[in-house]
């Protein structure tokens, strides 16, 4: 898997300035989940923190991006996905600026 790392470009459906946006090192999943609120299988792209050392899964990164869609794509800088992530039961615009960066 190609090392990345995953800029978010809104901050609670805001437009954040790039310039002083967190980089945050992957990897990046994408998986199908069932969302009971919406009745069907939702996709979504999440950055895992694999699992603390009695086996229970660690917080992700930063919350998943639903309903991700390409924007984007680059083979040389990356790609840009856009979507919705849900805080505190509010879905927020969302955008990840997903760069490959050298091992």
Request: glycine fraction near 8%.
């Amino acid at each position: 898997m190609p090392a990345v790392t995953v800029i978010r470009t809104h901050e609670r459906g805001l437009k954040c300035k790039l310039r002083n946006a967190q980089e945050i090192p992957g990897p990046v999943e994408l998986e199908s989940v069932y969302v009971a609120e919406l009745n069907r299988h939702v996709p979504r792209l999440r950055v895992p923190r694999g699992r603390f050392s009695d086996g229970r899964p660690r917080p992700d990164a930063i919350p998943p991006l639903y309903e991700p869609r390409l924007l984007t794509f680059c083979t040389e800088f990356g790609l840009m996905v856009t979507g919705f992530e849900q805080i505190e039961g509010c879905r927020f615009y969302q955008g990840w600026y997903i760069r490959w960066v050298a091992i």
